[in-house]
């Protein structure tokens, strides 16, 4: 394949839904298991009458807080993944011949 001919090729891009799904599934599953390992350990009682003693937070809420905060970091970390994945054909493309 010529130079020019790799030049002229770029990946076609994903739907949105694609993109949001590469990066929320695997974060959702990866939050999922970090919950139950954290959890396994860490009564979030206790965590929050260390951390936030003026509010009364239930189990079920701390386990709530902890899933969601899992999976924001771990979202966090598929999306720079995917930032870092990127086709370089999108960016790399050659200066415009005047």
């Known amino acids: 394949m010529t130079e020019r001919a790799s030049a002229a090729f770029d990946h076609p891009p994903r739907p949105l839904a694609q993109r949001l799904g590469a990066i929320l599934w695997p974060s959702f599953f990866a939050a999922g298991v970090a919950t139950m390992v954290f ?8 965590l929050a009458a260390m951390t936030f003693p003026q509010f009364e937070i239930t189990r079920g809420v701390g386990y ?9 970091c771990t979202a966090s970390a598929s ?5 870092l994945l990127r086709p370089a054909s999108r960016f790399n493309r050659p200066l415009p011949e005047d």
């Open 39 to 46: 959890f396994a350990f860490v009564d979030p009682v206790d």
């Open 64 to 72: 709530t807080i902890g899933f969601f905060m899992f999976w924001a």
């Open 79 to 83: 999306l720079f993944t995917w930032i």
